[in-house]
């Protein structure tokens, strides 16, 4: 399996990429290095992901309002045309080099195949993409694509685009999440679908197992209403003084309802109080919490919360703020203290997140890749009570699995089709990236041979 330092070294060269691996990986971690050398370079990189959720670890916007598809997987030439009447459209697209889309296995193929076509005539040109490098990142184990009613449900492996696309694919396995054998053991069997007896066994083990912590655990439920009615339950519980935090917003007003409603995990109306649970839904390595970093407000600086984390960590929660962001310039942004209530969240909430501790509702699990998400998210077995379990939860894909094989294969490929590249040539041709993809080459592709 590659290494981050490789994949960060191939991602340099302008390759389309499909980032992969298991949850806990440093996926994200690697897209963040990428996007950080992209604008020191001042290279345009357009930062999108499938969810509103996925796009917040990456400061980004959805793919569908990127790329003006909006809820259509589907269409018409006049329809695209229209699209190109829309000058913020035009703007943003012909203007990228680079495109990465996170969480991208909860595409459709028939979604990615359109998101091709936009590219292509926005940017007059008809190599895939419009000639931009894209980034995919994802992991066909984790939750499969949205499909209602008579909506595409395949892979986007099966796009179009992605046969035509040259994709090198970079298989992380390393893990940065766990480090518990035992559970890695666990994760593993139900990534293989080898979960059996054994497995079922030692997660058995943890139902109703107390955790060692200070604080409340956070739950994991499969379903929103057993989420909203827990949090609301508990702070009630709470006596004392309430205090309430507004979120405040700038910019265009849609970017902003679209940045409160899916992109911001701070919820508008942040009402708390002291013992109340918490968690950080936001990424600041300074101040030594992260999007997931579960916690306790103990007291109040001035008017904001502060709080005692997991591993005993004392942080005062100032307001932090969500932005989108194109061509350098802020298009709309919020700020809020960045906690949500935390004593229970729903599993699709958790993608993407780190937890040290939770407790988790596998009873009503109706997904596949539904429990590998939930149990994934905690970084040992420790750090997990199970309320129950359903057969569903040991489940992920059996087209997941076929596929899975088939990437490990084509990155071991690409792999030794990267280390045979001698040094000097590395260096020269990510250097020739660099320069032919600086702001203001707009028509200019990729040059022959990189991609």
Same mark, same amino acid.
């Given at each position: 399996?590659?290494?981050?330092?490789?994949?960060?070294?191939?991602?340099?060269?302008?390759?389309?990429?499909?980032?992969?691996?298991?949850?806990?990986?440093?996926?994200?971690?690697?897209?963040?290095?990428?996007?950080?050398?992209?604008?020191?370079?001042?290279?345009?990189?357009?930062?999108?992901?499938?969810?509103?959720?996925?796009?917040?670890?990456?400061?980004?916007?959805?793919?569908?309002?990127?790329?003006?598809?909006?809820?259509?997987?589907?269409?018409?030439?006049?329809?695209?045309?229209?699209?190109?009447?829309?000058?913020?459209?035009?703007?943003?697209?012909?203007?990228?080099?680079?495109?990465?889309?996170?969480?991208?296995?909860?595409?459709?193929?028939?979604?990615?195949?359109?998101?091709?076509?936009?590219?292509?005539?926005?940017?007059?040109?008809?190599?895939?993409?419009?000639?931009?490098?894209?980034?995919?990142?994802?992991?066909?184990?984790?939750?499969?694509?949205?499909?209602?009613?008579?909506?595409?449900?395949?892979?986007?492996?099966?796009?179009?685009?992605?046969?035509?696309?040259?994709?090198?694919?970079?298989?992380?396995?390393?893990?940065?999440?766990? $480090?518990?054998?035992?559970?890695?053991?666990?994760?593993?069997?139900?990534?293989?679908?080898?979960?059996?007896?054994?497995?079922?066994?030692?997660?058995?083990?943890?139902?109703? =197992?107390?955790? =060692?912590?200070?604080?409340?655990?956070?739950?994991?439920?499969?379903?929103?209403? $057993?989420?909203?009615?827990?949090?609301?339950?508990?702070?009630?519980?709470?006596?004392?003084?309430?205090?309430?935090?507004?979120?405040?917003?700038?910019?265009?007003?849609?970017?902003?309802?679209?940045?409160?409603?899916?992109?911001?995990?701070?919820?508008?109306?942040?009402?708390?109080?002291?013992?109340?649970?918490?968690?950080?839904?936001?990424?600041?390595?300074?101040?030594?919490?992260?999007?997931?970093?579960?916690?306790?407000?103990?007291?109040?600086?001035?008017?904001?919360?502060?709080?005692?984390?997991?591993?005993?960590?004392?942080?005062?929660?100032?307001?932090?703020?969500?932005?989108?962001?194109?061509?350098?310039?802020?298009?709309?942004?919020?700020?809020?203290?960045?906690?949500?209530?935390?004593?229970?969240?729903?599993?699709?909430?958790?993608?993407?997140?780190?937890? $040290?501790?939770?407790?988790?509702?596998?009873?009503?699990?109706?997904?596949?890749?539904?429990?590998?998400?939930?149990?994934?998210?905690?970084?040992?077995?420790?750090?997990?009570?199970?309320?129950?379990?359903?057969?569903?939860?040991?489940?992920?894909?059996?087209?997941?699995?076929?596929?899975?094989?088939?990437?490990?294969?084509?990155? =071991?490929?690409?792999?030794?089709?990267?280390?045979?590249?001698?040094?000097?040539?590395? =260096?020269?041709?990510?250097?020739?990236?660099?320069?032919?993809?600086?702001?203001?080459?707009?028509?200019?592709?990729?040059?022959?041979?990189?991609?």
């Amino acid at each position: 399996m590659m290494k981050q330092e490789t994949v960060l070294e191939m991602l340099k060269l302008g390759y389309n990429i499909f980032l992969t691996g298991p949850a806990g990986s440093g996926k994200t971690f690697l897209l963040n290095k990428y996007i950080n050398y992209l604008k020191k370079g001042d290279i345009e990189v357009s930062i999108t992901a499938s969810t509103g959720i996925a796009a917040t670890h990456l400061n980004g916007r959805t793919i569908h309002s990127w790329s003006g598809i909006g809820i259509s997987e589907e269409m018409t030439e006049k329809q695209i045309k229209n699209l190109k009447e829309k000058d913020i459209l035009v703007s943003r697209i012909i203007s990228a080099k680079v495109l990465i889309i996170d969480e991208v296995s909860m595409l459709n193929a028939k979604r990615l195949d359109l998101i091709d076509r936009v590219c292509q005539a926005f940017r007059q040109d008809f190599r895939p993409f419009g000639g931009m490098q894209v980034v995919l990142c994802g992991d066909f184990f984790q939750l499969p694509p949205v499909a209602r009613g008579a909506e595409d449900k395949r892979f986007i492996t099966e796009s179009e685009v992605w046969k035509n696309s040259d994709i090198k694919i970079c298989y992380l396995e390393e893990q940065y999440r766990q $480090d518990d054998e035992k559970f890695l053991k666990v994760l593993n069997a139900i990534r293989n679908n080898s979960a059996g007896k054994e497995t079922y066994e030692e997660l058995q083990k943890r139902i109703n =197992k107390k955790i =060692k912590s200070k604080i409340k655990p956070t739950k994991l439920h499969t379903h929103k209403v $057993d989420v909203d009615s827990y949090n609301n339950f508990e702070l009630e519980k709470i006596k004392g003084k309430e205090s309430v935090h507004m979120m405040k917003s700038e910019g265009n007003d849609f970017l902003i309802k679209n940045l409160k409603d899916t992109y911001c995990l701070a919820p508008e109306t942040l009402k708390l109080k002291v013992d109340a649970v918490v968690m950080f839904v936001k990424n600041n390595f300074a101040k030594k919490y992260v999007n997931g970093t579960i916690g306790k407000v103990i007291a109040y600086d001035d008017t904001y919360p502060v709080i005692e984390t997991f591993s005993g960590d004392i942080i005062t929660a100032y307001p932090e703020r969500w932005m989108i962001e194109e061509g350098g310039e802020v298009l709309a942004s919020v700020d809020q203290v960045p906690l949500r209530l935390a004593w229970a969240i729903t599993v699709h909430k958790s993608q993407g997140m780190s937890l $040290d501790c939770a407790e988790i509702d596998l009873s009503k699990t109706f997904e596949y890749g539904m429990g590998y998400v939930a149990l994934s998210r905690v970084r040992s077995l420790a750090g997990i009570k199970l309320i129950g379990i359903n057969e569903m939860a040991l489940k992920v894909n059996e087209k997941a699995i076929i596929l899975d094989k088939e990437l490990i294969q084509k990155s =071991k490929h690409d792999l030794a089709a990267f280390m045979s590249i001698k040094r000097k040539e590395l =260096k020269e041709n990510q250097k020739k990236f660099l320069k032919i993809n600086k702001k203001g080459n707009i028509y200019e592709g990729l040059l022959s041979g990189l991609g």
